[in-house]
């Protein structure tokens, strides 16, 4: 069945819809007897880390349910996992996100933009929460944010692992990965980020991201432009600093340690991190491991591909 909507009729929807929330509202206010249905509670804080940095965390949901833990891409905020933390709310999972030093509403301080510092990061805001038996799920840089997180912090809190479209094990070339990218495409980044951050990033976004280079394909201009938001709202030294965390970190001896079950995902048209030179590799050094190639899929895959994505990550999570 084919639907067509116009504009009058998606107008008299939106009025529609606001028109009952706006009444909800009213019910809920007057009425103590029939409490209206909540998702949990919505909670966000600080935690200031030993070299006092704060970082921002939102975490969501009953406290006693299993908690997820979402690990964002460069140079995003926990922002970019909203179409993920919102379904697994509504499937009764406690979902926490935290926004990387130097990213998002975390503070923009001058040092520690490195893997260390970004697992330490993690583990501080862990230890605050307490959580306990979490599934840690890493997006990109994110990716080996969680690996080194999960190797370095993880024994007795950590029960499952996702990796998606993510870093490890060592994303630039080097003599021990022949696959990896040329360092001077890093260097490419870092000059484009300082000559003009903000053009940068929308071109960035508006194109191999997620794959809007592609013919045929056309672009989102509310994705990209959450995409420029995210990403302005960080420091420019954190996001210049980060390149060199993402890019030259090697995380081989971090994904030997992991022996919990992990999922790979990876989109066989990942422009940002190749597959062949990641995934693959990953693979093969972790020792309970899954990988999940997706055909034609871009890098920003959890974002173009939400309920594909969503799905998988349920079964594994459930399995």
Same mark, same amino acid.
């Not at 030997?256 to 693959?280: C, E, N, R, W, Y």
């Not at 899954?290 to 055909?295: A, C, G, H």
């Given at each position: %069945? ?6 009058? *009729?998606?107008?008299?929807? $939106?009025?529609?819809?606001?028109? /009952? ?7 809920? *206010? ?5 409490? @209206? ?17 704060? $970082?921002?965390?939102?975490? !969501?949901?009953?406290?006693? /349910? ?7 891409? !460069? ?5 970019? !996992? ?52 979490? $599934? ?9 944010? /969680? @690996? ?14 996702? &990796? ?48 809007? +280079? ?13 995409? !420029?938001?995210?990403? %302005? ?11 060199? /965390?993402?890019?030259? *970190? ?11 079950? *992990? &999922?790979? %995902? ?5 422009? $940002? ?27 920003? %895959? @959890? ?6 994505? +969503? ?9």
């Amino acid at each position: %069945m084919t639907s067509k909507t116009n504009g009058h *009729t998606r107008r008299t929807l $939106i009025t529609g819809s606001l028109a /009952a929330v706006a009444a909800a509202g009213t019910l809920r *206010t007057s009425s103590a007897a029939q409490p @209206a249905k909540s998702l949990g509670s919505n909670e966000a804080g600080y935690v200031v880390t030993n070299d006092g940095t704060s $970082i921002f965390y939102k975490d !969501w949901g009953p406290h006693s /349910a299993q908690p997820i833990v979402f690990h964002h891409g !460069w140079p995003l905020s926990s922002d970019d !996992w909203d179409a993920q933390m919102l379904f697994f709310l509504s499937k009764g999972y406690r979902v926490i996100a935290h926004d990387r030093r130097g990213h998002g509403r975390s503070a923009q301080v001058s040092d520690g933009h490195d893997m260390d510092h970004y697992a330490a990061d993690v583990a501080a805001v862990m230890a605050h929460l307490d959580v306990r038996d979490a $599934i840690h799920v890493g997006h990109s840089t994110g990716g080996g944010e /969680a @690996a080194r997180y999960v190797a370095k912090y993880g024994e007795g809190r950590v029960a499952k692992l996702v &990796l998606i479209g993510a870093v490890p094990p060592h994303l630039s070339k080097a003599d021990a990965n022949p696959q990896g990218i040329p360092l001077d495409v890093f260097d490419g980044l870092r000059a484009a980020l300082a000559a003009n951050r903000s053009q940068f990033y929308r071109e960035f976004a508006g194109g191999p991201f997620y794959g809007y +280079n592609r013919p045929g394909v056309k672009a989102a201009d509310a994705v990209v432009e959450n995409w !420029w938001r995210q990403a %302005m709202t960080g420091a420019a030294n954190a996001h210049y600093l980060g390149i060199k /965390a993402f890019s030259e *970190t090697d995380f081989t001896g971090n994904l030997k340690k992991i022996t919990i079950p *992990t &999922l790979l %995902m990876h989109g066989d048209d990942d422009q $940002i991190v190749p597959l062949a030179g990641s995934a693959i590799l990953a693979e093969k050094l972790l020792r309970n491991a899954t990988l999940n190639v997706y055909k034609g899929f871009p890098h920003g %895959m @959890a974002t173009t591909h939400a309920d594909l994505v +969503n799905g998988d990550l349920l079964a594994f999570f459930e399995s």
